[in-house]
């Protein structure tokens, strides 16, 4: 029994090592691109920081990666997010939609805040300063209703 | 006894707001026509449409031929709405996925450049709300948010296209957060696929579209 136990730990501890040597994503373009939601409408300079604090780490060509975002398989994890995340909505790219996607997006994007499912959980479990609050909902929601007008 | 008269008060009010949100009878109509009016001008597309959008009830026409075979979109769009009327979220994913696949294989024929190009467009939108609804068979608020977009794809695309069938384009003043949506039936009576069975008769026909 111990010697099972003691082969377990090993085996876990090999592959532990063995999977940090799996090469990772880089999200990063480092500038902000031409077709960036700022340069599609008018947006405020509180909408946008509100915007890159919580939204463009998985909606953006450029992810803010924390220190721990080195180790595996936190990596891998993180990887797929951004991955799944940019195929939903990327802000980056958000001049290249169409007029039919882009009202599409920004009438999902308002449900979704409003509705708390955006940020995810699992995202502010790590990241509590993503975290909308009462009044950075507002100023988001304020901002996409004036859109519509 | 005075509380319990304000509760009845209140009751009595909150009844006849609910009443009156729900659109059938016809001293609530001009307060939906506003309404509609309002949905219209936010969910209106700035590119070309082919057809007049008058907040009239009058029965619009596509004249002359049909640019292209929707029977196969319809029918997947139509089984989804009923499977929402029924509020079966697994059969609704169902039918979703037949949707996507008739998305995926329709093609316009003698449309105008500019047309095709609106085409391509209303597809890529429907089909991307289309496999949201299929992939969230146990979500069904999430799907119903798709649908309202997705319906007003389809509207678009019949607007284009052009129908043999006499479809309806009914709405529902309460559906998206009360912001008001519509969809497309292929029958006169109201069965609301945003509601569900909470309130299935919720809506009104605007538009007769043949």
Aim: aromatic share 6%.
């Amino acid at each position: 029994m111990k010697k099972t136990l003691k082969w377990f730990f090993i085996v876990g501890l090999i592959t532990l090592v063995g999977i940090q040597f799996i090469p990772a994503d880089v999200n990063k373009q480092e500038v902000i691109t031409t077709s960036d939601i700022r340069h599609v409408y008018d947006v405020p300079e509180n909408v946008i920081n509100i915007l890159e604090n919580s939204c463009y780490d998985c909606h953006s060509n450029n992810t803010n990666y924390p220190w721990y975002s080195q180790v595996q398989p936190i990596r891998l994890i993180m990887d797929h997010h951004v991955e799944e995340g940019k195929e939903e909505l990327n802000f980056s790219e958000f001049a290249n939609y169409s007029e039919r996607r882009k009202r599409n997006k920004m009438r999902a994007i308002s449900e979704q805040i409003e509705k708390s499912k955006m940020p995810l959980p699992s995202y502010l479990w790590l990241h509590s300063d993503a975290n909308l609050s009462n009044e950075e909902k507002k100023i988001l929601m304020d901002f996409i209703s004036s859109l519509k007008n | 006894m005075n509380i319990k008269r304000i509760s009845l008060f209140s009751l009595a009010v909150a009844g006849s707001l609910f009443l009156a949100s729900c659109g059938n009878s016809n001293n609530t109509e001009n307060h939906n026509d506003m309404d509609h009016e309002h949905h219209e001008g936010m969910e209106h597309d700035h590119s070309s449409h082919q057809h007049s959008e008058s907040n009239e009830r009058n029965v619009s026409s596509n004249s002359g031929e049909l640019k292209g075979d929707l029977t196969s979109i319809m029918s997947s769009y139509f089984s989804l709405n009923e499977s929402l009327v029924k509020d079966n979220a697994s059969s609704a994913a169902k039918s979703s996925e037949n949707l996507v696949g008739a998305l995926k294989t329709f093609k316009g024929t003698g449309l105008t450049v500019e047309a095709n190009k609106e085409v391509s467009e209303i597809l890529e939108s429907a089909i991307e709300n289309a496999e949201h609804i299929a992939s969230n068979s146990d979500d069904i608020d999430h799907q119903r948010e798709h649908l309202v977009s997705l319906s007003t794809d389809i509207k678009d695309l019949i607007g284009i296209i052009g129908t043999k069938q006499k479809l309806y384009e009914d709405y529902c003043p309460m559906a998206n957060n009360n912001e008001g949506a519509i969809w497309i039936s292929n029958k006169e009576e109201i069965s609301n696929p945003y509601m569900g069975s909470s309130m299935p008769k919720c809506g009104k026909v605007n538009r007769v579209i043949e």
